[in-house]
């Protein structure tokens, strides 16, 4: 388990000057993939984090291969 602070999340994942507050990720840790809290300290797990972008990935790389009239008589 490779846990990142939350801080850093919220760097990684938003946008600057549209990330919700430290607390609001806080109220909010347990709707984050991989959100924990240790010890009073509030961290994400990098290794669930990184297999839900994997699936998003497969997801919208579907989406566009079924979006080709070329394949569809394949599929």
Known sequence: ??????????????????????????SRIEE???GTVLHGHYYVDMDKLEGLADLRAVSAR??????????????
């Not at 079924?66 to 394949?71: I, N, R």
């Open 1 to 26: 388990m490779r846990l990142m602070k939350l801080s850093q999340y919220r760097l990684l994942v938003y946008a600057e000057g549209s990330a919700p507050s430290l607390a609001t990720l806080r």
């Open 32 to 34: 984050i993939p991989g």
């Open 62 to 75: 579907e989406r566009e291969l079924a979006q080709d009239p070329l394949l569809t008589d394949l599929v």
